[in-house]
């Protein structure tokens, strides 16, 4: 299973705290994470793999939408300012991908998925 995460910069600390609350599924072998660059980093540092893209200015969101477009990615973890209107929110949608915006659907995804591994 492979999880993109994606934070937003007033979003980050909440993305890795909801990591590291999960440790315990996010360290299956079974799970692969995918990042932009720094919240991906961000991921890293706390002991995690994490295989990055570019930062989302950068065009790391617009990598991982590719993905998506691709069938490579299972879910994405998307703390977004909620002003923002992605084109990624799009192509999950388009893609059938489920799609986590905030802390509390992104734990009931997780949760979901822990109980389907």
């Not at 720094?38 to 617009?62: N, R």
């Not at 992605?86 to 059938?96: E, F, N």
């Amino acid at each position: 299973m492979k999880i993109a995460v994606i934070a937003h910069d007033g979003k980050k600390a909440d993305m890795v705290s909801f990591v590291m609350k999960r440790l315990d599924f996010f360290k299956k072998d079974d799970v692969e994470l995918v990042g932009t660059g720094t919240t991906g980093t961000m991921i890293q540092h706390a002991g995690l793999k994490v295989d990055l893209v570019a930062s989302g200015p950068m065009g790391g969101d617009a990598q991982i939408g590719a993905m998506v477009t691709e069938g490579e990615v299972d879910c994405v973890l998307f703390f977004r300012d909620p002003l923002d209107n992605s084109m990624l929110m799009r192509l999950c949608d388009v893609h059938d991908i489920p799609l986590a915006t905030n802390y509390k659907s992104a734990h009931i995804m997780i949760k979901h998925f822990k109980n389907k591994l």
